[in-house]
């Protein structure tokens, strides 16, 4: 089934997600929606929160090369490490049409459980590692708006301190 996806401005969007501490019958049909509804939308991942579910479980389609989609689930996922910094443009379903350039790891590893309970490891580079970030974000009730404006924040200060140290040097 296609689920409704949320859109910006709706507060479920900010709702931080809550462990899936059972894998039941009802959270086997949300991935399995969630999977269809992301691919009908041409979507690279979907998180829980975007469908209105509080659970922490996002889905992804791995399959980066235009070949058959090959969709995974992610379910609890946590990050284990990242490594290195790109910034790349990106979407959001919830955000029709905006595409911003956002910073990145460029590698991460995360832990996870997949359908079956299992624990997984999840090594993702580029664009996987990109979109992995993103659905983690969301689950977070983090949305990628609010990425930009942590940059523009930084660099904002930045420029502040460089400001400071100009005027305590004269
Ligand atoms: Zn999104």
Not at 26 to 33: G, P, Q, R
Not at 36 to 47: I, Y
Not at 103 to 120: F, G, M, S, T, W
């Amino acid at each position: 089934m296609i689920l409704q996806i949320v859109k910006y401005p709706d507060p479920v969007l900010k709702k931080k997600a809550e462990p899936v501490d059972k894998i039941s019958k009802e959270v086997f049909t949300l991935a399995d929606d969630m999977i269809e509804t992301m691919l009908s939308n041409d979507g690279l991942g979907l998180a829980a929160t975007q469908v209105s579910s509080p659970l922490r479980l996002f889905v992804i389609n791995i399959s980066l090369d235009g070949d058959a989609p090959k969709p995974m689930v992610v379910i609890n996922p946590r990050i284990i490490s990242q490594e290195g910094l790109e910034v790349h443009e990106e979407g959001c379903l919830s955000f029709p049409e905006l595409y911003l350039n956002i910073e990145r790891p460029q590698k991460v590893r995360i832990h996870a459980k997949d359908l079956y309970n299992e624990n997984a490891i999840l090594d993702a580079t580029g664009l996987l590692a990109r979109a992995v970030m993103h659905e983690i974000d969301h689950l977070d009730g983090i949305l990628f708006i609010e990425r930009v404006a942590k940059i523009a924040q930084e660099e904002q200060e930045k420029i502040l301190k460089y400001l400071e140290t100009l005027s305590q040097n004269k």
